[in-house]
Structure formats: structure tokens, C-alpha cells
């Protein structure tokens, strides 16, 4: 898949520079789509609840 990402990239660049200033928008709009989104990680496994004394 990362090839293929990079194979897209090159693309999106040469069209970026062909129609610059027309598509501007879209352009910005699908280099958001691909890249990658960042999640927080879960912690695994068991959390004890604090004592109720």
C-alpha cells in the first residue's frame, strides 16, 4: 500500500503543478484524505478501581 500511496503522491504532484491555482482546494483536500491519522493507543489490560474505605 505505501507504494501505491507514493505512486498517488507523484500523481497529485504533477497535476498540483498543471492546475495550480483552479483546484487549489481539492488539492488540499485530498492530501488531508491521505495522510495517515493519528490515534491515541489503549491501554491493555486490567485497571483496579480505587478503594472506597
Do not use: C, H
Amino acid at each position: 500500500m505505501l507504494a501505491t500511496n507514493a505512486e498517488l503522491a507523484a500523481k497529485l504532484a504533477r497535476l498540483e503543478k498543471k492546475y495550480d491555482a483552479q483546484f487549489k482546494v481539492v488539492f488540499d483536500a485530498i492530501r488531508q484524505l491521505m495522510a495517515p491519522t493519528v490515534r491515541p493507543k489503549r491501554q491493555i489490560g486490567f485497571v483496579r478501581a480505587p478503594d472506597r474505605s
